[in-house]
């Protein structure tokens, strides 16, 4: 019998934030956007090395070109840090992941433009989009600290400095109570209309047991 594939089931959990707590996480979101469009201008330009790297390599290679450090003074875009001062290393590295997801699926859907594999014969190119709506990943330790599930404790950036603040969990559903599921890294969702926690889970579906054969036997 094959063994059930893992799934990824996503759970909304609630935030009721303070009014100042809503004004760090508009001011979180709107800085992570920032730096998604800067790395996706990045990592366009230098996609021609970066394209054949694995998720592992991409990363790394990406900071070589505009993270600078003591041993590494001398990068090809010192910009970002300047524009970005103290951006911390887990949002860099999610900014980073979501910046290359978008070249890659920009090169992607141009070639096949190219190669006239197109819904209409007169189907315009596709574009680049460095301004979509995304979300803050949180890594946890790094970004966001778990209290149990009725506070979470998420680094956010005040205008100035990146900060802790605490806020309650109103409202979850109940798959972090199954032990085999695993919690992964949940994004920070806030806007005009809601806040919450977007939060995915590796689950495993349950074994389904071999119905019974029921043998007919004519008299």
Request: net charge positive.
């Given at each position: 019998?094959?063994?059930?594939?893992?799934?990824?089931?996503?759970?909304?959990?609630?935030?009721?934030?303070?009014?100042?707590?809503?004004?760090?996480?508009?001011?979180?979101?709107?800085?992570?956007?920032?730096?998604?469009?800067?790395?996706?201008?990045?990592?366009?330009?230098?996609?021609?090395?970066?394209?054949?790297?694995?998720?592992?390599?991409?990363?790394?290679?990406?900071?070589?070109?505009m993270?600078?450090?003591?041993?590494?003074?001398?990068?090809?875009?010192?910009?970002?840090?300047?524009?970005?001062?103290?951006?911390?290393s887990?949002y860099?590295?999610?900014?980073?992941a979501?910046?290359?997801?978008?070249?890659?699926?920009?090169?992607?859907?141009?070639?096949?433009?190219?190669?006239?594999?197109?819904?209409?014969?007169?189907?315009?190119?596709?574009?680049?989009?460095?301004?979509?709506g995304?979300y803050?990943?949180?890594y946890?330790?790094?970004?966001?600290k778990?209290?149990?599930?009725d506070?979470?404790?998420?680094?956010?950036?005040?205008?100035?400095?990146w900060?802790?603040?605490?806020?309650?969990?109103?409202?979850?559903?109940?798959?972090?109570?199954?032990?085999?599921?695993?919690?992964?890294?949940?994004?920070?969702?806030f806007?005009?209309?809601?806040?919450?926690?977007?939060?995915?889970?590796?689950?495993?579906?349950?074994?389904?047991?071999?119905?019974?054969?029921?043998?007919?036997?004519?008299?």
């Amino acid at each position: 019998m094959k063994t059930p594939n893992k799934v990824i089931r996503t759970d909304k959990w609630k935030l009721n934030p303070s009014s100042e707590q809503k004004a760090l996480f508009a001011e979180t979101v709107k800085v992570y956007r920032q730096a998604c469009r800067y790395l996706v201008g990045i990592i366009y330009t230098d996609w021609s090395e970066l394209g054949g790297l694995t998720a592992d390599q991409l990363t790394p290679a990406v900071e070589k070109l505009m993270h600078e450090t003591a041993k590494r003074p001398n990068i090809k875009y010192p910009q970002f840090n300047q524009a970005f001062y103290k951006f911390p290393s887990y949002y860099r590295r999610a900014a980073i992941a979501f910046a290359a997801g978008q070249v890659s699926s920009f090169v992607t859907r141009y070639r096949e433009w190219q190669s006239g594999n197109r819904k209409k014969r007169d189907s315009k190119p596709p574009r680049l989009n460095a301004d979509a709506g995304c979300y803050p990943a949180l890594y946890k330790g790094q970004c966001y600290k778990l209290y149990g599930f009725d506070q979470v404790e998420i680094k956010v950036f005040d205008g100035k400095n990146w900060v802790w603040t605490m806020v309650q969990i109103t409202g979850l559903r109940e798959r972090h109570q199954v032990t085999t599921n695993k919690m992964m890294s949940p994004s920070l969702i806030f806007n005009d209309r809601c806040c919450h926690l977007s939060v995915p889970f590796t689950c495993k579906p349950e074994k389904r047991k071999p119905e019974a054969n029921v043998t007919a036997v004519d008299l």
